[in-house]
Structure formats: structure tokens, C-alpha cells
């Protein structure tokens, strides 16, 4: 039987979503030049879930010349990758999200993965790309753990739809994926990002040594 990317468990149509003023906190700012900066707060407990779900046993991070891409695979019984999910973030993305998994304290993503008792994993670098590969567009990721469990949920606020914020309360975004791994990847994960983001010279006063 002939593999496809319709059969990746992630493959829906793009669903688009509007949130109201109560699920979106805008602010606008005057310049001493005259322009205007709006600025966009995401209230993520009254956020659509993502219809998309990815489960990920193996994660990786990769630097490119303008953008970070978030790499999750799902290992074949016997071995290699069954299936890739590859998505596309800005380093001006990745440094708000490094910021929110930072504030995180009391305990930390890593104390609290170690409460369970998991090794925390070295990854390995994902060099192989499966014929079920799918790619996606973030600017904003939200990330939680439970117990063993954590998950990362992605979405996307296209550049017309931050355009028409200067002019409307509501804002248009597409819910991406939700991606759920066992805590200790997830913080191997944050660990490598915070890493490769370090390269990145907008990063350098925000990554944490």
C-alpha cells in the first residue's frame, strides 16, 4: 500500500477562528514619529484547540539563515521515522516563547520532569526526512505539562490579519497543531532551543546564559 500525506494523523483543512475583545487584549501606541504600533496580547486559555494532533517520540532544532524550524518525528516500530512534522518559526517567536517557559518557576519545566523521575533524553539529530513529511507556519506557541505529559500548541496570525488588527477588535488566526510528548522530551526540547537561539544576534539579550 502506497504511502501519502493524507495518512498523517495531522492532515485536516486549515480551520481559521476569530476571537472576541474578551479573548484579545490590544494596546495601541503612538510614536514620537507619528506611526502606530499596535500590539497583541493572546489570551491562550480561551484559545481554540488545535483540530490537528501530532504525538512526537523524537524532537530536534534547527538553525536557519532567518528562521528556526521545530522538527517532531514518530519513531516505526522497528526503526526510522514513520512520519516528520517540520514547522517554521521566527527567532522573534522563539524569544517570546524562551520567555514564557522561563518565567515558569517554583517549580521549573526541568524540576518538574524530574519530580517523575524520567531521564531527561540527549536528542539526536533528525537528518532523515520520511515520505510523510508535513510543514507548517507558527509565530505563536504556547507550551504546558502534566505529570508525564506535555504538550505544545501552535497557531498562526497571518500578516493581513495583523494588518487589519490597527482597525478591528477581532483578530483572524489558524489554529496549526497540537504536538504531545512525555514531559522529559519537552524540556530537551526547550533546551536545544534555547540553545540554537542563542546564535541569533536579535536573541542574544533575551536568552538566559
Not at 47 to 68: F, H, L, T
Request: glycine share 4%; charged share 25%; aromatic share 8%.
Amino acid at each position: 500500500m502506497a504511502k501519502s500525506k493524507k495518512n498523517l494523523n495531522i492532515q485536516k483543512n486549515l480551520h481559521y477562528s476569530e476571537t472576541s475583545a474578551s479573548g484579545l487584549k490590544k494596546s495601541v501606541e503612538m510614536l514620537p514619529n507619528g506611526q502606530t504600533v499596535t500590539s497583541l496580547s493572546f489570551d491562550f486559555a480561551t484559545a481554540p484547540v488545535p483540530d490537528r494532533k501530532y504525538v512526537a517520540d523524537v524532537a530536534w532544532v534547527i538553525e536557519g539563515a532567518d528562521s528556526i524550524k521545530l522538527l517532531f518525528g514518530q519513531n516505526k516500530v522497528s526503526s526510522g521515522l514513520r512520519s516528520l512534522l517540520v514547522i517554521d518559526i521566527s527567532p522573534s517567536s522563539a524569544r517570546i516563547f524562551i520567555d514564557s517557559t522561563d518565567a515558569v518557576k517554583k517549580p521549573s519545566f526541568r524540576e518538574i520532569a524530574e519530580l517523575t523521575q524520567l531521564a531527561i533524553p540527549v536528542l539526536k539529530e533528525i537528518t532523515e526526512e520520511p515520505e510523510q513529511t508535513i510543514a507548517f507556519k507558527a509565530n505563536i506557541v504556547s507550551g504546558a505539562v502534566s505529570g508525564h505529559d506535555a504538550c505544545m500548541d501552535f497557531y498562526y496570525i497571518s500578516p493581513v490579519a495583523q494588518r487589519n488588527l490597527a482597525s478591528s477588535d477581532k483578530v483572524i488566526f489558524d489554529a496549526v497543531v497540537r504536538v504531545d510528548l512525555q514531559v522529559n522530551l519537552y524540556v530537551a526540547f526547550l533546551e536545544r532551543l534555547k540553545y540554537v537561539s542563542r546564535n541569533y544576534p536579535e536573541m542574544k539579550e533575551y536568552v538566559n546564559e
